[in-house]
Antibody, heavy 117, light 107 residues
Framework: QLQESGPGLVKSSETLSLTCTVS??????????WGWIRQPPGKGLEWIGS???????HYNPSLKSRVTISVDTSKTQFSLQLRSVTAADTAVYYC???????????WGQGSLVTVSS | DIQMTQSPSSLSASIGDRVTITCRAS??????LNWYQQKPGKAPNLLIY???TLHSGVPSRFSGSGSGTDFTLTISSLQPEDLAIYYC?????????FGGGTKVEIK
């Protein structure tokens, strides 16, 4: 299971920080990447980036300059930081387990983050 | 980036109908195509990966086909619980990208 946690309200120009806690399985499995995907209200899905248990990361070029994804295997958690947020970053943020880095076979329930001015 | 285009954007069908959703990639993605179902207010759920492999627990009325750039998700007999938005996603190359979604409504 995956569970997102973090503030639901972030001020414009500040940093959005979310953590995903993984339970019921090993975050250090070689079969999975761990990813963040977001969905603005009423819109489609956008992949933000993924991290491997070793710390290797991949980011969406459209967000790469503002994003850091990290993993803490001792806490079975991985985290998202998105800097310099604007209203366009308002979305439901999902964490997901990506089988071989490809398909999201398990998702968190999602965390709505609203960026306020 | 590889662009994924789904059609139609929405459809309305009756219980028991056969429903087909199409997904087209802007370049060949071989067999790296996945389908998700998102019910209202919920996270997406993986239905099919690698074009045609059903994820664990997915009913057999769902099936997928295609290769290269053109792919199809078929629901053989629409059920009330299939009310949802369906997304395709390519995993051929980064960044991972999704189609715009197809909303399936029940008549």
């Amino acid at each position: 299971q995956l569970q997102e946690s973090g503030p639901g309200l972030v001020k414009s120009s500040e940093t959005l920080s979310l953590t995903c806690t993984v339970s019921g399985g090993s975050i250090s499995s070689s079969s999975f990447y761990w990813g963040w995907i977001r969905q603005p209200p009423g819109k489609g899905l956008e992949w933000i980036g993924s991290v491997y248990f070793s710390g290797n990361t991949h980011y969406n070029p459209s967000l790469k300059s503002r994003v850091t994804i990290s993993v803490d295997t001792s806490k079975t958690q991985f985290s998202l930081q998105l800097r310099s947020v604007t209203a366009a970053d308002t979305a439901v943020y999902y964490c997901a387990r990506l089988l071989h880095g490809n398909s999201g076979d398990s998702w968190g329930q999602g965390s709505l983050v609203t960026v306020s001015s | 980036d590889i662009q994924m285009t789904q059609s139609p954007s929405s459809l309305s069908a009756s219980i028991g109908d056969r429903v087909t959703i199409t997904c087209r990639a802007s370049q060949s993605i071989s067999s790296y195509l996945n389908w998700y179902q998102q019910k209202p207010g919920k996270a997406p759920n993986l239905l099919i990966y690698d074009v045609s492999t059903l994820h664990s627990g997915v009913p057999s009325r769902f099936s997928g086909s295609g290769s290269g750039t053109d792919f199809t998700l078929t629901i053989s007999s629409l059920q009330p619980e299939d009310l949802a938005i369906y997304y395709c996603q390519q995993s051929y190359s980064l960044p991972l990208t999704f189609g715009g979604g197809t909303k399936v409504e029940i008549k």
